[in-house]
């Protein structure tokens, strides 16, 4: 079924209007209309270098960008009545305007809503990857403080999730700090990339009217740090390159995969068989039947929706690979994935950013899980070592000490030297001095090693870094 309502923008050529369904297929507006500070934005700049060169008046520029404000100040205030017929959030605007300002009618001159869509969109990616660093900035902030608050508390680190070596908690959460500080770089490159002005590509080959690419760009801020307008070099890549979409969901999703690993951490960390932690109320729930249970559901869903974020970044890949240049419409489908890529990493990076200064890390538990002797047994091959032995002979003795201390059902660390010395000459009396903890962690001492003194370096280092 058709409707005899033309369409307002392009409906010269038809003699009907589109059916009900092609308006449902077509519509964006549902979605786009986040974009609506964005393309105000980019239309009073396209406004002001009408005027500027000379194709608009100042008068209509005047009259035009009141009229986008107090449209802003409507959809602001959930008082605009959005109309799915008019496809996206750019013809709504545009047509909204057009009842009041009847300069309106000149405002699009130049432009295609393909690069002013692609202008939109970059103006939106360079606002969400500052909110994203700024989310990030606080989850370092909260995971040097837990770092902070837990450098007495030593933890068996794990590889296999077999228990490997004992390392500070603070060293485990300071990775994280690492894997998120990768993610800031990540987003910064997007932000970078993002900083370039599409505006006068037009529909895909410019356009002939002497506009002002670089006047607008810099309205706009699309400028480099000695204030130079960047923009876009090629027309054609300018209104149908999606590159910057699918960079934002790819970081999106690594710094996803770092929570989602955060996240699996203080799952078990939270766990009877673990014990290392108490996660704080507010961000566990109960069971509707099991009156004792304290779920760690927060993290699980943030380790779940790491999968959405995944999910985007595999849709907006497979969208474009096959498309022809150059604008094709299934690039409206590029906005859902990377809206809700955007709406969840911030909900992730905000729930553990709030969550983790309630985490209580539980000493006795840690102590227990780290006293077992056999956690220092790479400490026992280095003493070895000292000693002139090779490291190879030396990690078979140190095996051969383990089997025996199974055999015996002795902790390693209480063999009796009269069995401990058979297996090898150069173990001395001494050789119970590798299983001291302390010492162990204390000559750990370069760069990048868990001893006391370099964990504390990286917490001063972080703090300095970030305030
Ligand atoms: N809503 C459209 C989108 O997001 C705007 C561009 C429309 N361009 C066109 N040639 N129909 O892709």
Not at 370 to 385: F, G, R, S
Not at 405 to 410: A, F, H, Y
Request: proline share 5%; charged share 25%; aromatic share 8%.
């Amino acid at each position: 079924m058709a409707n005899k309502k033309k369409q307002a923008t392009w409906g010269g050529r038809f003699s009907e209007g589109p059916a009900d369904l092609m308006l449902r297929i077509g519509e964006s507006v549902s979605f786009d209309q986040r974009l609506a500070p964005f393309d105000v934005q980019g239309s009073r700049a396209q406004a002001a270098m009408l005027a500027h060169v000379g194709i608009i008046s100042a008068e209509e520029r005047d009259a035009i960008q009141t009229g986008l404000d107090h449209i802003l100040e409507k959809i602001e205030a959930g008082d605009f009545a959005w109309d799915p017929a008019l496809e996206d959030v750019h013809m709504n605007i545009e047509q909204a305007l057009t009842q009041t300002v009847p300069a309106a009618a000149k405002l699009h001159t130049a432009r295609s809503r393909n690069d002013q869509v692609a202008t939109d969109m970059r103006l939106w990616f360079k606002f969400a990857c500052a909110e994203l660093d700024a989310s990030l900035a606080a989850v370092v902030a909260a995971l040097v403080d837990l770092a902070e608050r837990t450098r007495e508390v030593t933890i068996p680190g794990y590889t296999h999730l077999q228990r490997a070596q004992p390392v500070p908690m603070a060293h485990h959460l300071l990775a994280y700090v690492e894997m998120f500080a990768r993610d800031r770089d990540r987003l910064a490159a997007v932000e970078r990339a993002a900083n370039v002005c599409p505006l006068g590509s037009g529909a895909i080959a410019g356009t002939t009217l002497p506009i002002d690419r670089e006047f607008v760009a810099k309205e706009l801020g699309f400028v480099d740090a000695e204030g130079q307008p960047r923009v876009t070099q090629n027309s054609m890549d300018a209104v149908s390159d999606r590159d910057l979409f699918i960079d934002f969901a790819s970081a999106c999703s690594v710094a996803g995969v770092h929570l989602s690993r955060l996240s699996e951490d203080f799952i078990l960390w939270s766990s009877a068989e673990f014990g290392f932690v108490t996660l704080p109320d507010a961000f566990t729930t109960g069971s509707s039947l099991m009156p004792q249970k304290k779920n760690p559901d927060a993290f699980e869903l943030i380790r779940g929706k790491s999968a959405r974020l995944t999910g985007n970044l595999q849709m907006l890949l497979t969208m474009v690979k096959g498309l022809p240049l150059t604008y094709n419409r299934d690039l409206q489908e590029d906005k859902p994935p990377v809206f809700d890529s955007f709406d969840q990493t911030k909900l992730m990076l905000d729930c553990v950013a709030a969550c983790l200064p309630g985490v209580v890390a539980n000493k006795e538990r840690c102590a227990a899980a780290v006293a077992d002797p056999a956690l220092l047994a790479t400490d026992l091959v280095d003493y070895l070592v000292r000693k002139g032995v090779p490291f190879r002979e030396a990690h078979h003795v140190v095996g051969a000490l383990v089997g025996l201390s199974e055999r015996l059902e002795t902790p390693l660390d209480a063999l009796p030297f009269a069995e401990v010395s058979k297996i090898h000459d150069a173990l001395g009396e001494d050789w119970v001095e590798a299983f001291d903890l302390e010492k162990a962690l204390a000559a750990r001492d370069q760069p990048g090693m868990p001893g006391p003194g370099q964990v504390a370096a990286r917490i001063a280092f972080w703090r300095e870094q970030w305030g």
